[in-house]
């Protein structure tokens, strides 16, 4: 299991519950959002416990919260709609500061991509206990000349998602992941999934100005 932390829950739910308001009205967004806390912590429940100090968990406590949406409207909230939801979260201007710190156009822009990613690996390596369940970290700097590459063959998400019925869902959580780079100003090449069925899930990065990137 995984245990619950109310900060992800309290940042995200309200940007949902508006989103959701927004679409389907205003008690229908609370029936679901009342409804989906409850199913949020017993999906964390559910959750191999890959650390809840591991700073990949991140990842988990904000998808559930999608999860656990789509689970209780119990139809009324169709995949699609749930992509249009979590497009309209990532446009939230808060998250545009990102790219003030992180830009992957400015030197040392995909280096700090880099760095965070690395960081993340060697938090893993400090606590192998958590390797059988958790993301592993693929770093090849040869792949490509330009920005930087990576990919798992592990992902928890998918996992879970497998074994809950929910895989058809996993791909919105993937989609986001195009978004996130779009905020540091980078584009994401991607060729392969684990929740499409692929062997990785793999990550190349680099500035979005970049033209022909090799």
């Known amino acids: 299991m995984l245990k619950y932390t109310g900060k992800y829950w309290n940042v995200l739910s309200p940007l949902v519950r508006r989103s959701i308001k927004r679409h389907y009205g205003k008690d229908f967004a609370d029936r679901i959002m009342k409804k989906a806390k409850s199913e949020y912590k017993a999906m964390l429940g559910r959750m191999d416990d890959i650390g809840a100090d591991n700073p990949m968990a991140s990842n988990v406590y904000m998808s559930f919260i999608f999860f656990a949406v789509y689970r209780v409207a119990d139809g009324m909230i169709t995949i699609e709609a749930l992509r ?112 499409g069925g692929g062997k990785i899930c793999d990550y190349w990065y680099y500035g979005d100005k970049l033209k022909d990137p090799q």
């Open 84 to 195: 249009t939801i979590a497009h309209e979260i990532m446009e939230w201007k808060p998250l545009k500061i990102t790219g003030l710190f992180m830009n992957a156009n400015k030197p040392g822009g995909i280096s700090s991509i880099r760095k965070m990613m690395l960081k993340n690996a060697e938090w893993l390596d400090r606590h192998p206990q958590y390797k059988k369940y958790s993301w592993d970290f693929n770093f090849d700097d040869n792949k490509h000349r330009d920005g930087y590459y990576y990919h798992f063959t592990q992902c928890p998400l998918n996992n879970f998602a497998r074994r809950e019925g929910l895989i058809d869902v996993l791909p919105v959580m993937c989609d986001i992941d195009f978004l996130t780079a779009g905020l540091m100003h980078a584009t994401l090449h991607r060729e392969h999934t684990l929740a």
